[in-house]
């Protein structure tokens, strides 16, 4: 399969400051989260991504195509910018069928379309109203549905969720999982690991104008080993000792900690073994077990581990 973004040494640079710096990397259709703080580099790659910047050094490849001065490959692209630029008199309607007239699709064409993405969306109920009246919520809808009205092969999102109330930011994230579904590419950056997280777990993390790390989440922080996994363990009162003491003899465990409030916390390289054992271990003990979980194998862990963030 084509990649839908190839880079090589790809480098932009604004005066003597860096925006990105020598990224080389692919990554193949699905939905892809671009993670990173804010002045990471994100909306740089995605403006280089759009052809709204041109490369210093290195190059960009976008569905096969290098972007820069080629209107044809914007047919099979949606953007949908951090920032807005609407036209505050017209109604989202207008806008978005605009955008769908400006894309080459025929009037009647254009309405049709501009319909099926506020409906998409979730934006029917005010697309008559003048966007000068709207939310930052309803904005933000707007902008993703301009950015479907063309019904592009690739979608690009940066920043989507920034300023929706809780319902409209389940709905836009739940459209988003629902367009991969249907085997649209989607490329969605945020600063909010959770967020991305809730769409999809194959990512590019940048931090400083860089590539840490690209991939799905759960392959690369198995790769991490030099950074043992933690793993929750709580159990019945007073039997955290008798546990801790069996868990201790098990080649998997790299070092315990005994919380306060009687929970275990495990160190461990091989957690796929530790997992295996557990079971055998707690019967061993005569315990009951009341939660065994881990928030190390997600985008936060990986985040922390890879910056060294705490």
Avoid at 40 to 68: C, F, H, N, Y
Avoid at 112 to 122: G, Y
Avoid at 189 to 210: A, K, N
């Amino acid at each position: 399969m084509t990649p839908i973004l190839e880079t090589r040494e790809l480098t932009k640079l604004y005066g003597v400051v860096i925006g990105v710096n020598d990224m080389t990397f692919d990554i193949r259709p699905g939905v892809h989260g671009l993670l990173g703080p804010n002045g990471a580099g994100k909306s740089t790659l995605l403006k280089l991504m759009t052809a709204q910047l041109r490369p210093s050094v290195g190059s960009i490849r976008v569905l096969g195509e290098d972007p820069w001065s080629n209107p044809e490959l914007f047919r099979r692209i949606g953007f949908c910018p951090e920032y807005d630029a609407f036209y505050d008199f017209m109604t989202a309607f207008e806008f978005v069928e605009s955008l769908g007239r400006l894309s080459g699709m025929s009037r009647s064409g254009a309405k049709q379309a501009a319909e099926r993405a506020l409906e998409s969306c979730n934006a029917t109920e005010f697309m008559h109203r003048p966007i000068r009246t709207y939310s930052k919520g309803m904005r933000q809808r707007t902008k993703v549905a301009q950015a479907l009205v063309h019904d592009p092969e690739l979608l690009i999102l940066d920043e989507p969720l920034t300023g929706t109330d809780p319902i409209g930011r389940h709905e836009l994230t739940e459209l988003i999982k629902r367009l991969g579904a249907e085997g649209r590419s989607i490329v969605v950056s945020s600063h909010v690991l959770h967020e991305v997280q809730e769409m999809t777990h194959e990512f590019l993390l940048i931090f400083g104008g860089r590539i840490l790390a690209s991939g799905n989440v759960h392959e690369i922080r198995s790769l991490m080993n030099e950074f043992p996994h933690r793993i929750n363990v709580r159990c019945g009162p007073g039997q955290a000792h008798l546990l801790a003491s069996r868990l201790a003899s098990d080649a998997a465990v790299t070092d315990l900690e005994l919380a306060d409030d009687g929970t275990i916390v495990v160190g461990t390289r091989d957690p796929a073994g530790f997992y295996a054992r557990f079971a055998e271990h707690a019967l061993h003990a005569k315990v009951t077990v009341h939660e065994l979980s881990s928030e190390d194998d997600n985008l936060e862990a990986v985040f922390r581990y890879l910056t060294g963030a705490r």
